[in-house]
Structure formats: C-alpha cells, structure tokens
C-alpha cells in the first residue's frame, strides 16, 4: 500500500518559516516526480512546488519563486518543502503527490498538473497576520 504521510505544518507569524515533510513508503520512490499543493477553503487546489524524479529538478509559480523550496532526499523516501517569508494567503492544507512519471508537468496558463497517481492527507499551514 502506497502512503504519502505529510507533516510539519502549524501557526506561524507573517515572515516566518516553516518546513514540511512528506513521507513515502510503499513505493520506489526515485521513479516518482513529487508535488507539493495546497487547497485554500473555496480555492482551487494549486500546486506550489514540484522535484522531478529524472534529475531532482524543480518547477515553482510565481507565486511561492524565490520563497519556497523542494528538495528530496531519496535515500529517506523523503520531500521537503521549506516555506520563507510566508504570508497570510499561504495559508492552506498542503498536500504532496507522487507521479509515476519523470518530469514535473506544467500546463500552459494554469500551473503544475494536478494528474499525480498517489496523494497524502495534508498538513495545515495557518499564517497570521
């Protein structure tokens, strides 16, 4: 059975950090691309960062660019997303994903593909202002 258990999220203070986890057992995990998303109450759900599975590389939006970053640690079957000066419309669950597939997809106009064959039971990240 395939598990992606997330953790890490909480309160934080505007311009503060915090760093997700996601753990994944039950599959292998170096063939699988990671996304982070997160669902705000009435909002789409977005993905926020993605680490490929062919070369660890990373896609981002605009929206998160130069504050958020994935890594992974494929030795751990684990991804980490370190969240910096977050604000108050970061708040969401934060969900990660795993694709059976070696690239972060990207779709023209609206951002990471949200095709991802596993998905984790989400972390909440609450940011005050």
């Known amino acids: 059975e395939v598990q992606l258990v997330e953790s890490g999220g909480g309160l934080v203070q505007a311009g503060g950090s915090l760093r997700l986890s996601c753990a994944a057992s039950?599959?292998?995990?170096?063939?699988?691309?990671i996304g982070w998303f997160r669902q705000a109450p009435g909002k789409e759900r977005e993905g926020v960062a993605c680490v490929s599975a062919s070369d660890a590389s990373t896609y981002y939006p605009d929206s998160v660019k130069g504050r958020f970053t994935i890594s992974r640690d494929n030795a751990e079957n684990t991804v980490y997303l370190q969240m910096n000066s977050l604000k108050p419309d970061d708040t969401a669950v934060y969900y990660c994903a795993a694709d059976l597939f070696p690239r972060c997809m990207v779709v023209d106009g609206k951002g990471l593909s949200r095709q991802y064959d596993y998905w984790g039971q989400g972390t909440q990240v609450t940011v005050s202002s």
């Open positions: 039950g599959l292998i995990f170096d063939e699988y691309t």
